[in-house]
């Protein structure tokens, strides 16, 4: 049975690598085709280069006997054209497309991993304006006046992907890494029939970082974690059956404990994560870089001296899109310049990343356990049942079906509903094209509140939406 699965947005060259070294680690078989499409053509070459070097190397690294050539031809249809040529027999065959329709027409899944805008000049205008208003972020990509703008670009171009697939693949899994994710899934659930789930990867990040900290195996930690997305907590955590929470409590007051988490060439603290465990009594699943600007307690323009008690990162997004932009680069140039590329450049080893263990799951109808972002109907008892909820999933061939939870701790779903009323919000603006709830948004999130007036929030918001122009141009 052949399997067909779409990125949109594959110009996202690493993490379209990541996915397909997934696939091959995961041993998807001889039966995938996979479709890459992406709206920028020289990015959409480079990963296409890049697929099928991993593809040719997987092949040679897994293949039996001599790395003479076989009878077995590799398809390849790139660009809208199609080329034959004799090599090892491959695990995937790899085309291209810029024509949207193609690209998803068949497909059983489709993943997405685009960014509406850009770094620049969407990112950057979602920090620069705000700091001038006096707002300060550390990546703005999920709440926030940066989560809100980025929805406001992000949600429109994907109901218009799902309008596509209801007409071409409507029984697909939609597999969605693009951020906001709370904001786009509530919008895709609300207002498509396409079956879409969220997927982040923070969960098993925070479970290994946690293992590092308490001195435990890799992957030797159980645990059950509720929420929504970047704002989910761990309610159990155990150890061969024993809670695991008292020790980590215990590091609260060992004064030599200041765990630090190396991320693209730099190492980031993570006190806000550990002070916010040490008052609400569970952890976050989210990273501390990322969580101080969900609340208002951290980053606060009358008590600068938190951001080096906390050691809190401004601006930390916008360095990160610089370094990954550099890598991009000096990868591209590898790519090009060595046409031998070692095992050592791509090890076939299986990510954190949820998206391929669920098409494993349902292809070979394996029950699996995941955490997916999905509709709250009834998964978390007393939060918003209009709420996208982060919760654990039982995938197989039937699908995905989420676990009920019942009620969770009321302090946390507190917290969480600060959150959820600035996604609804976002995206009852694009509902009803109303610009006075963008404002609305604004108004209640916790950081912009915390930091601004209502009528610098209304000034700012304006000034955003004209920069953004055609990118948001249906609220101005």
């Not at 770094?119 to 940066?146: A, H, M, N």
């Not at 609260?252 to 200041?258: G, N, Y």
């Not at 791509?346 to 949820?354: G, I, L, N, T």
């Not at 654990?392 to 009323?421: Q, S």
């Amino acid at each position: 049975m052949s399997i067909k699965i779409t990125f949109l947005g594959a110009g996202s060259t690493i993490f379209a690598r990541n996915l397909i070294i997934d696939m091959l680690a995961w041993q998807l078989g001889e039966s995938i085709d996979l479709a890459l499409y992406d709206i920028d053509e020289h990015r959409l070459k480079t990963s296409t280069q890049v697929a099928e070097k991993l593809v040719s190397l997987y092949a040679t690294q897994h293949s039996s006997g001599s790395h003479s050539s076989g009878s077995q031809s590799m398809e390849r249809q790139s660009m809208g054209t199609q080329s034959m040529g004799t090599q090892k027999k491959l695990p995937m065959k790899i085309s291209a497309y810029r024509d949207i329709t193609r690209a998803l027409e068949g497909a059983d899944f489709v993943f997405s991993m685009f960014q509406v805008g850009g770094y620049t000049p969407s990112t950057v205008i979602d920090f620069e304006i705000p700091q001038k208003y006096g707002l300060r972020q550390t990546i703005g990509d999920t709440l926030g006046i940066g989560g809100i703008m980025r929805a406001l670009r992000t949600i429109p171009v994907l109901l218009e992907y799902c309008a596509l697939m209801e007409k071409h693949c409507p029984q697909t899994l939609f597999l969605n890494y693009v951020n906001p994710m709370a904001m786009n899934q509530l919008a895709m659930s609300s207002l498509t029939s396409i079956k879409s789930y969220g997927l982040c990867h923070s969960i098993p990040h925070t479970a290994h970082q946690l293992e590092e900290d308490l001195g435990l195996a890799r992957n030797s930690l159980e645990y059950k974690v509720a929420g929504i997305n970047h704002l989910a907590f761990f309610l159990s955590l155990t150890y061969q059956g024993r809670d695991m929470y008292p020790d980590l409590r215990a590091l609260l007051s060992d004064a030599s404990f200041d765990p630090r988490r190396p991320l693209l060439g730099k190492d980031l603290a993570d006190r806000v994560r550990y002070n916010v465990f040490k008052h609400f009594g569970y952890f976050v699943t989210e990273s501390s870089e990322h969580f101080s600007e969900y609340v208002p307690w951290f980053i606060q323009n009358h008590n600068v001296r938190l951001l080096e008690q906390f050691d809190i990162p401004l601006n930390e997004y916008p360095r990160r899109c610089e370094l990954q932009i550099e890598e991009w680069k000096a990868f591209e140039k590898k790519l090009l310049q060595d046409n031998d590329l070692s095992s050592d450049t791509f090890r076939f080893e299986k990510s954190v990343e949820y998206g391929v263990q669920i098409v494993k799951a349902v292809v070979d109808n394996v029950p699996t356990v995941v955490y997916a972002n999905v509709p709250n109907e009834g998964i978390i008892s007393n939060l918003s049942q209009n709420a996208l909820v982060e919760a654990e999933c039982v995938v197989d061939a039937k699908g995905i079906r989420p676990v009920h939870y019942g009620n969770i701790p009321p302090h946390l779903v507190a917290l969480m509903t600060t959150n959820v009323l600035v996604q609804e919000l976002t995206v009852e603006a694009i509902k009803t094209n109303k610009k006075e709830h963008v404002y609305h948004a604004a108004f209640l999130d916790p950081h912009t509140a915390a930091s601004l007036s209502l009528d610098a929030i209304v000034s700012m918001v304006d000034e955003l939406l004209l920069a953004h122009g055609d990118m948001i141009p249906y609220f101005t």
